[in-house]
């Protein structure tokens, strides 16, 4: 079979000698595009840092409004329950309350003469004396 011979499919001239296509892209271009982006976002995040800063200068010098009753918020308490600060410490002090209920005597209702009796004293009690039983029962 023949082969077409195209002068121009290898980048070769009439006369011969290779050339380099010059229209497919223009180099100095890229470059010059690239550099223009480059300068163009420095320049946009310096921009940004000196807004930024700006706005931070501004809020510090800020100084928000006193309200009437914000101001006199300040010296009062929340309501109970409140938030615990040492909740360790809460709990170590609950205990030693509930401790010192359960092992001690003292006044439940001194006006109605009830008292409380450690738990080991009401234990020997329950055991001497047994647990109390409706009358009338036969089992």
Not at 15 to 24: A, L, P, R
Not at 90 to 117: C, F, H, M, P
Request: glycine share 6%.
């Amino acid at each position: 079979m023949a082969e077409v011979h195209l002068p121009h499919a290898h980048g070769e001239t009439p006369t011969g000698h290779v050339e380099h296509e010059s229209s497919d892209v223009n180099v100095r271009g890229v470059f010059a595009f690239a550099g223009g982006l480059t300068i163009a976002t420095v320049f946009i995040g310096f921009c940004v840092w000196v807004l930024f800063q700006y706005f931070n200068a501004r809020e510090a010098k800020a100084i928000p409004p006193q309200y009437p009753l914000a101001a006199q918020a300040e010296t009062r308490v929340p309501p109970e329950p409140r938030l615990q600060t040492n909740p360790r410490q809460d709990l170590s002090d609950l205990r030693a309350r509930e401790d010192q209920a359960l092992t001690t005597y003292g006044w439940v209702d001194k006006n109605a003469a009830i008292v409380r009796i450690p738990i080991d004293r009401a234990m020997q009690l329950t055991v001497e004396r047994g647990l109390p039983t409706r009358q009338g029962s036969t089992r």
